[in-house]
């Protein structure tokens, strides 16, 4: 089964709304987690390495203010695109590693399509 | 920096026959990892397998092995016996073990059709 879960799966949003995404280690505590950026037909690129208990540390190019990053717990990362546009309508998928693992033990979660109309 | 490249945007290949990937890299890290995703259309990411740097044998997972050639710093991952549903996109990525660089950096893919 899934050892990180995120949601929604799918959102669709109007125009000028927020929309927060989940990101969920379930079996382990993840003191690092990452948010990624996958346009169609493109690779995955790194937005942010989300930080428990601390401020995320964004990609250069990556707005800060408008991807709102927010890693309270250590199972728990959130995604928050603010004032939403067409523009930002991409898969967006987070990662965590489990550090009681070897170095092979990256998980993913189940991705996010956010739709803004 | 890391840098992963695919030079193969797209492969087709007959049911049953063996496929090979090519993933070349680049890192000033003493100690790295190398990663294998498949991603199907639905979006999730499938990690394949995995070689670490210093790993004497060639990483296998079932159909999966990896051809790691450390000199020449290329990880090519070969599926044996392919399969209609091994359609899919497949990402190559690297992570570096010095801290501070533990993201994952990933090449742009290669759609992998399997034809029946």
């Known amino acids: 089964g899934a050892v990180v879960s995120q949601h929604p799966s799918r959102v669709i949003c109007k125009s000028g709304t927020s929309v927060k995404i989940e990101c969920r280690s379930l079996d382990f505590q993840a003191t690092t987690m990452f948010w990624y950026r996958q346009f169609p037909k493109q690779s995955l690129m790194l937005m942010a390495t989300?930080?428990?208990?601390?401020?995320?540390?964004?990609e250069q190019g990556v707005e800060k203010d408008k991807f709102l990053i927010n890693h309270a717990s250590l199972t728990l990362s959130t995604l928050t695109v603010t004032s939403a546009h067409p523009e930002d309508s991409s898969f967006y998928i987070c990662?965590?590693?489990?550090?009681?693992?070897?170095?092979?033990?990256?998980?993913f979660g189940e991705g996010s399509w956010l739709t803004v109309v | 920096a890391q840098k992963i490249t695919q030079t193969q945007p797209g492969m087709f290949v007959q049911e049953k026959e063996a496929v090979t990937l090519d993933c070349t890299y680049d890192?000033?890290?003493?100690?790295?990892?190398l990663f294998w995703y498949k991603q199907p259309s639905s979006g999730e990411m499938i990690f394949l397998i995995y070689q670490g740097s210093y790993d004497q044998q060639n990483a296998t997972e079932g159909r999966y092995s990896l051809n790691f050639q450390k000199a020449r710093k290329s990880a090519n991952l070969v599926i044996s016996a392919s399969q209609l549903g091994d359609s899919a996109m497949y990402f190559c990525a690297m992570r570096g073990f010095n801290f501070g660089n533990e993201k994952l950096t990933f090449g742009t893919g290669t759609r992998l059709t399997i034809i029946p």
């Open positions: 890192t000033s890290d003493p100690s790295y990892g």
């Open positions: 990662s965590a590693r489990d550090p009681t693992g070897t170095g092979n033990t990256i998980y």
């Open positions: 989300s930080n428990e208990g601390s401020k995320a540390t964004y």
